[in-house]
């Protein structure tokens, strides 16, 4: 078991997957992609997606572009959906896979897709309720 990888601790969980970086067998390099979750699978992936600015010339202006990248989510780490992941760059681990979750970064946010947290639809509903009443009761003399 390593330590560490690339200055990053091993978590506290322990795994038995082969394609951990911390309790596996799989070396890593030394190239370092942050972004956010925004896709699970059962079969321990993750699609992660960063934004970057392109500048167009004819317009003199920046355009927001996004990146995605499938991942390996070990099951030490297990990250969740809208949470800032750091991933580096491995020997292929499947067809669209070459890169492994290293550390979860930050917290998850509710602007994932699909992804509301109980309060914020409880305080929608009220909130469309109360609008369609008010419009309900100008309309009536």
């Known amino acids: 078991m390593n330590k560490t990888v690339l200055g990053v601790n091993a978590p506290n969980k322990n795994c038995t997957d082969k394609k ?3 309790h596996g067998e799989i070396s890593v390099k030394n190239e370092i992609f942050k972004g956010r979750i ?11 997606e960063w934004n ?3 500048y167009l010339p004819k317009y003199e202006r920046y ?11 070990p099951p030490c780490i297990d990250a969740k959906i809208g949470e800032e992941v750091m991933a580096v760059r491995t020997r292929p681990l499947s067809k669209t896979k070459n890169h492994v979750i290293l550390q979860v970064t930050g917290a998850a946010l509710n602007i994932a897709k699909g992804v509301d947290s109980a309060e914020e639809i409880a305080a929608r509903a009220a909130h469309n309720k109360l609008k369609s009443k008010k419009s309900r ?3 009536s003399p």
């Open 20 to 22: 951990c970086p911390f």
């Open 38 to 48: 925004v896709k699970r699978d059962t079969n321990r992936s993750a699609t992660i």
């Open 52 to 54: 970057r600015s392109f």
């Open 63 to 73: 355009e927001v572009r996004r990146s995605r990248m499938r991942v390996h989510n």
């Open 137 to 139: 009761d100008e309309d």
